[in-house]
Nanobody, 125 residues
Framework: QVQLVESGGGLVQAGGSLRLSCAASGRTFSSNNMGWFRQSPGKEREFVAA????????TASDSVKGRFSISRDNALNMVYLQMNSLKPEDTAVYYCSADPISSSPSTDPKRYRYWGQGTQVTVSS
């Protein structure tokens, strides 16, 4: 079992940056592909970025590619989402998630078994 706690959200002006952190508990952290998703009111949960078990493979949605980057530190049981050049449309609750099954990082939220409680990111124009 993996428990996830996100932090680092907040209010930022358009063009600014934030770094989200996700702290994971459990000895099996490095056995999971990790992902970040986001959800805004009235919309479905949306894939943002994912990273493989050893951090060697990352993938990101087209809407954030070039602006956001995902990384992990298996020694610290941490996952990060660096968000630059933020836009008002990035406003959402951001969730950290863990996928113990897939062979490579997945964009499908159904693949992810464990979820954090989310952290709010608000980008003002």
């Amino acid at each position: 079992q993996v428990q996830l706690v996100e932090s680092g959200g907040g209010l930022v002006q358009a063009g600014g940056s934030l770094r989200l952190s996700c702290a994971a508990s459990g000895r099996t952290f490095s056995s999971n592909n990790m992902g970040w998703f986001r959800q805004s009111p009235g919309k479905e949960r949306e894939f943002v970025a994912a990273v493989s078990r050893n951090g060697g493979i990352t993938t990101a949605s087209d809407s954030v590619k070039g602006r956001f980057s995902i990384s992990r530190d298996n020694a610290l049981n941490m996952v990060y989402l660096q968000m630059n050049s933020l836009k008002p449309e990035d406003t959402a609750v951001y969730y950290c998630s863990a996928d113990p099954i897939s062979s490579s990082p997945s964009t499908d939220p159904k693949r992810y078994r464990y979820w954090g409680q989310g952290t709010q990111v608000t980008v003002s124009s």
